[in-house]
């Protein structure tokens, strides 16, 4: 073997090695002068939704023992701020757990509810935005301060860019924070959660941040307490990335850098 060839050999690959180490040593610096500082800072705040999550999927539904029980367990956990309840038409194993927190005397100061955004779409693809909906009306009727608004944006029956527009609908929402407002608690803080958040990303993205911009851009008196999406399960995590940087993005350039921005996961990335 030639002997100066190993040396060179052995020369060129320290440097590449060398070369490496700084920038990979370079790249983590940066990574926690951003992001672990900023961890480290943050004001975070839970969402607890064990009580009405852990119904999806079960072969039989929940009683009132059984979620007094998991309300017992969160609590164990020092989580205050619970949903406990998602209505409908329907009368629910929650209707009666409402019913039973408001016969106990249970303080609802922290207690949260879904409501639909709408009764649901006309025969001419766009929503009914008169009705007040009936999960809403419920939040009211069990003292539940504080609404977590269903919305989806990726609907393809409903005629976006034709008869329904993201005017209407950030229209809508704004009818319904006042409502809730004026009719459960004034101070309420309301939510809303982007339902379908990774497929509408994907396939109408300017529509998701448009409405994520108006909402931010609400006068003070009307903002919200903040946004909640959902990853569905079905997409990559430097996708989740890019597009959360994007609607916090858009929360910060209008001003609305108090608002909370809340993830749920779903499947495969729990």
Excluded at 15 to 42: A, G, P, Y
Excluded at 66 to 76: D, F, H, M, T
Aim: proline share 1%.
């Amino acid at each position: 073997y030639d002997s100066r060839s190993i040396v060179l050999s052995s020369s060129s690959f320290a440097m590449s090695v060398d070369k490496h180490v700084r920038e990979m040593k370079d790249q983590i610096d940066r990574f926690h002068r951003k992001r672990v500082d900023r961890l480290k800072n943050l004001d975070f705040f839970a969402l607890d939704n064990s009580i009405r999550e852990s119904t999806v999927g079960q072969l039989r539904s929940h009683t009132i023992e059984n979620k007094k029980a998991i309300l017992e367990q969160v609590r164990k956990c020092g989580i205050k701020d619970i949903i406990v309840a998602s209505f409908s038409h329907a009368t629910r194993v929650d209707d009666d757990f409402c019913q039973y927190l408001v016969d106990s005397g249970e303080d609802m100061s922290n207690f949260y509810s879904f409501s639909e955004v709408t009764e649901g779409l006309k025969r001419d693809g766009t929503y009914d935005a008169e009705t007040i909906p009936i999960s809403l009306r419920k939040n009211k009727k069990y003292g539940l301060r504080h609404t977590i608004f269903e919305v989806d944006l990726a609907n393809a029956k409903c005629d976006w860019g034709g008869k329904w527009s993201v005017a209407a609908h950030c229209a809508m929402l704004r009818k319904l924070f006042h409502w809730a407002r004026t009719e459960i608690y004034a101070d309420a803080r309301i939510l809303v959660n982007l339902r379908d958040f990774s497929h509408a990303m994907t396939v109408a993205p300017h529509r998701v941040l448009q409405i994520v911009h108006t909402i931010a851009s609400l006068p003070a008196d009307e903002r919200i307490f903040g946004l909640i999406y959902e990853d569905l399960g079905d997409s990559l995590p430097e996708e989740l990335e890019s597009w959360t940087a994007a609607t916090r993005g858009v929360m910060d350039d209008a001003g609305w850098t108090s608002a909370r921005l809340l993830v749920h996961v779903h499947e495969q990335w729990d």
